[in-house]
């Protein structure tokens, strides 16, 4: 099958000397504090990842409590949105011990889980995302030229990933990497190459991004070929657009690219009614001189909610027959567009279960033609395919490093 990512696609790494501040936080929180709480207007992000797991329970029980002072500025009503997501989204004490019930009904979509980078915005003097440098050294190995299996396979990662990507540095299997921004390199850590980077178009209140036509400009000579659009326009927690906004951000974003680069459409959760599917139908009737060559959709289903093998079922009935049997109703806008399953993963899972569903899951994925490409979610953290301890691969990471 075509990949879009080239037939010679090299994994970097550049390591910065300053340690990245909250870094050493269990990610399991971070996880799941990035969720609930992503205010570029405050740049509060990281600071309510930092303390959120020992704050959020005591202000759920009365919004009285006092705040700590790293929290101080965000408002009441923020918070209680936040923190009351951060509840939600916890996840079981011991999945492995939880029950698995059969539904009746179609799976309850979970909050996403990107950790998007922070985008600089005009009240805020930290300096935003700088370009990547020449100083970077290889750390990959080049595709081995299959059809199916490394040109398929991304990472996902952001600044506290350090350098994590060692421990793929011999994988074929991965063919390239995002971190939900323009840049490979938004903060100390780690980044992939650029001929192995799809970068991610995020816009300010005004619908704008500064610097991402020359971005992608320099990426695409140095070898990049796809680009994600927005990032769950359909989710108030992350892009939050209505449709009529994401068309007139894939026009002024991704559609001047048209030709140069496969464009993705926004990446959608897989939620129901007017998101996920029904947020993509709305957008495509307002950009219908759009053109899609790949149709980018993320699915996460809770533990609590399936066992492992209903989990994969999901993933293969959504992808088979609801993601393709809109781009055939679409096939003006779609005609020919593969899939990107953007992000994927079984939330709640303990590291075993991860591997499993991995493992009954990749093959699956390798060899589907209508599938261009995948990032489990996962990714370069510790607690997901980095173990606990940061010093190697859980065992769902050493399934996605080898099968």
């Given at each position: 099958m075509h990949s879009f990512f080239g037939p010679s696609i090299l994994l970097t790494l550049s390591v910065a000397t300053s340690a990245v501040s909250g870094a050493a936080l269990h990610h399991v929180h971070r996880h799941r504090a990035l969720t609930c709480y992503e205010d570029n207007t405050l740049r509060a992000l990281e600071r309510f990842a930092t303390d959120a797991a020992a704050y959020c329970p005591k202000f759920l029980q009365s919004s009285a409590q006092q705040a700590p002072q790293n929290l101080a500025d965000i408002p009441a009503a923020k918070m209680s949105s936040a923190c009351a997501c951060?509840?939600?989204t916890a996840a079981p004490a011991n999945p492995a011990s939880t029950p698995a019930t059969t539904p009746t009904s179609a799976p309850v979509v979970v909050p996403t889980t990107t950790p998007a980078p922070i985008a600089p915005t005009p009240s805020t003097t930290s300096a935003g995302p700088v370009?990547?440098?020449?100083?970077?050294?290889?750390?990959?190995s080049t595709l081995n030229g299959k059809s199916y299996g490394g040109g398929?396979?991304?990472l996902v990662y952001d600044y506290h990933?350090?350098?994590f990507s060692r421990f793929y540095k011999d994988s074929s299997k991965i063919a390239f990497g995002s971190d939900w921004?323009?840049?490979r390199s938004p903060a100390p850590g780690v980044t992939l190459d650029s001929g192995a980077f799809v970068p991610t178009i995020r816009v300010d209140g005004g619908l704008n991004n500064d610097g991402w036509a020359s971005a992608v400009n320099s990426l695409l000579s140095s070898g990049t070929q796809m680009l994600f659009a927005s990032n769950e326009p359909?989710?108030?927690?992350?892009?939050n657009l209505n449709p009529s906004q994401g068309a007139t951000v894939f026009r002024n974003f991704l559609k001047p690219f048209q030709g140069r680069a496969a464009l993705a459409s926004p990446a959608i959760t897989n939620g129901g009614g007017s998101t996920g599917l029904g947020w993509l139908e709305s957008f495509v009737q307002q950009c219908q001189d759009c053109r899609f060559d790949i149709i980018n959709v993320h699915h996460y289903v809770n533990r609590n909610e399936l066992t492992v093998d209903q989990a994969v079922?999901?993933?293969?009935?959504y992808l088979t027959n609801d993601v393709s049997n809109f781009i055939a109703k679409h096939s003006q806008q779609f005609g020919g567009a593969k899939i990107c399953l953007g992000e994927f993963w079984l939330t709640g899972a303990s590291d075993d279960e991860g591997a499993a569903y991995l493992t009954a899951l990749l093959p699956w994925l390798d060899s589907?033609?209508?599938?261009?490409?995948?990032?489990?979610?996962?990714?370069?953290?510790?607690?997901n395919f980095i173990n606990g301890a940061g010093n190697g691969l859980s065992r769902s990471g050493q399934v996605y490093h080898d099968l």
């Open positions: 951060f509840a939600k370009a990547p440098t020449s100083s970077s050294t290889y750390i990959g398929k396979r991304g990933s350090q350098d921004d323009k840049y359909d989710n108030a927690g992350q892009a079922s999901a993933v293969k009935s589907n033609s209508n599938v261009a490409c995948y990032q489990a979610f996962g990714g370069l953290w510790q607690g």
